[in-house]
């Protein structure tokens, strides 16, 4: 099961019979983790917590080290998140919880100029191949942020929502050339190419942010 957090949210829900003060609200998100459907349920006058599905998908291309990827961006995650309403009576919150891996990226690359460049080293087309590259997150991390947007049904029907946040957590970089044997020299090249692309990735990327807009009715 992919969203422990939203079924364990949505069976709440359903235990409880809606009352016109019920503290809930369902409604729609757009933002980096893709498109979402979001409940969040009003717990004490200062503690919420919700949960949210999220699904996406596009394509476009990229270029690196020489190489012009076709990339495939696949969302597909969920959040399980607390929120903190500090004044009890407003929309303002922090955010504590987790969120699935944001995404998966996949690409395969051809040469910008006919040939490839792997760790400062030349080598033609035909003698690499199709090079495929991967991003992959951890399954789950941690998240921490704030935002604006409260369950509370006191505050009438429609309400606008935004968050801010990151999810912390390193992707890890694959890379490889279908021609590449096993010990050669070319499958050294691509590994020291892919270990240098991890070195700044783990240098520069060790968060990844969430900005999300959306709307809900409250009930």
């Known amino acids: 099961m992919r969203c422990p957090a939203l079924l364990a949210l949505t069976c709440a829900l359903a235990a409880s019979p809606l009352t016109a003060q019920a503290g809930l609200y369902v409604g ?25 599905l999220y699904r996406y998908s596009r394509e476009f ?6 190489v012009e990827f076709t990339v495939d961006l696949q969302f597909d995650g969920y959040t ?24 998966e990226v996949d690409g395969v ?7 490839y460049t792997f760790n400062g080293v030349e080598y033609t087309a035909a003698e690499v191949g199709t090079v495929n590259g991967t991003v992959r997150w951890e399954k789950t991390m941690p998240y921490a942020g704030l935002g604006w947007g409260t ?24 890379l490889s050339a279908s021609s590449a044997v096993a010990g050669s020299a070319l499958a050294q090249d691509v590994e020291a190419e892919r270990q240098q692309i ?10 990844y942010p969430v900005v999300n807009l959306g709307l809900a009715i409250r009930f």
């Open 151 to 174: 369950p509370a049904s006191r505050r009438g029907g429609l309400t606008f929502l935004l968050d801010f946040g990151v999810g912390f957590g390193k992707p890890t970089i694959g």
């Open 61 to 66: 291309d990229r270029q690196e080290s020489d």
């Open 198 to 207: 991890q070195a700044d990735v783990n240098k520069y990327l060790k968060i």
């Open 28 to 52: 729609g998100r757009a933002g980096t983790l893709g498109l979402g459907l979001e409940a969040s349920k009003l717990i004490t006058p200062n503690v919420a917590v919700r949960g949210a």
């Open 109 to 115: 690359g051809q040469p910008t100029s006919g040939n």
């Open 80 to 103: 399980g998140l607390i929120d903190l309403y500090p004044s009890g009576g407003g929309t303002f919150h922090l955010t504590g919880g987790i969120m699935a891996a944001p995404a």
